[in-house]
């Protein structure tokens, strides 16, 4: 699978393009903040043609970008429990953040509705660009953030990392960290439920492309992550 990874303009926020291989459609996962120049380079490197665009939830440094990805003719899919927060998701933003992130791109932040949005729920299947995802929903950090599963593994990572899988977590599990839970919409609890009856059953030589950060594997964080401790 080919795999491009880039953090965007603002929150460190990982935007993800994967591929079956150059020259094919491809698949944007999380288009943050001020992602837009730097995707289209990633594109036209790998001549990719974006065929969907993946979002693990709806949090605005997530989603930032999804329309102009989408540019009116691509789906974007979302979880039907967040589907909400594409409707205005600065509505949700904290002002004196909304003006740190106005004065810092020196223009007043703006939102436009993705005209194709797609609702996906617990276990359902993507069939796209030639890649097969499943869909697995872990509420806590927003009430629809999802995993997105493969059956398969960046070029060149499986002999590395010794992985066989791999699932974009969004900002559910990090390397050594969890997702917050104290924002509008967040659930401890079911953060809590989602790590143990999610997260945990992953197999330990699954990758994990979290949301912010680095890269990880399931065995890492099974025997590292202070978080998945105990439960």
């Known amino acids: ?11 460190g926020t990982n935007c993800y393009v994967l591929a079956t291989g150059r020259g094919e459609e491809c698949l944007v996962v999380d288009p943050g903040i001020g ?4 995707l289209r380079e990633v594109l036209t490197e790998l001549r990719l043609k974006p065929a969907a665009v993946l979002l693990t939830h709806g949090h605005i440094d997530h989603v930032y970008s999804v329309t102009p990805v989408c540019g009116g003719q691509l789906g974007a899919y979302i979880h039907a429990d967040d589907r ?7 509505a949700s933003l904290d002002p004196a953040l909304l003006g740190m992130f106005e004065q810092q791109f020196g223009r007043a932040a703006t ?4 005209s194709d949005v ?5 276990g359902t299947t993507l ?6 995802l499943s869909v697995q929903h872990a509420p806590g950090h927003t009430e629809g953030s999802v995993l997105f599963g493969l059956d398969q ?14 699932v974009l977590s969004g900002d559910v599990l990090f390397a050594g960290s969890i997702g917050r839970t104290d924002l509008p919409g967040g659930d401890h609890a079911a953060m809590q439920r989602s790590l143990r009856d999610v997260v945990l059953p992953l197999p330990d030589p699954t990758l994990v492309l979290p949301g912010h950060g680095p890269a990880t594997t399931m065995r890492q964080e099974r025997t590292t ?3 998945l401790q105990d439960l």
């Not at 992602?35 to 730097?38: K, N, R, T, V």
């Not at 069939?127 to 097969?132: E, I, Q, S």
């Open 118 to 122: 797609r609702e996906i729920s617990d």
């Open 35 to 38: 992602i837009e120049e730097q």
């Open 225 to 227: 992550n202070p978080y």
């Open 111 to 114: 939102w436009n509705e993705p």
């Open 127 to 132: 069939d796209l660009a030639g890649l097969t």
């Open 153 to 166: 593994v960046p070029e060149g990572v499986e002999d590395q990392a010794e992985v066989t899988s791999t």
């Open 1 to 11: 699978m080919l795999t491009a990874a880039f953090p965007a303009a603002a929150f």
């Open 84 to 90: 909400y927060r594409l409707r205005d998701p600065l």
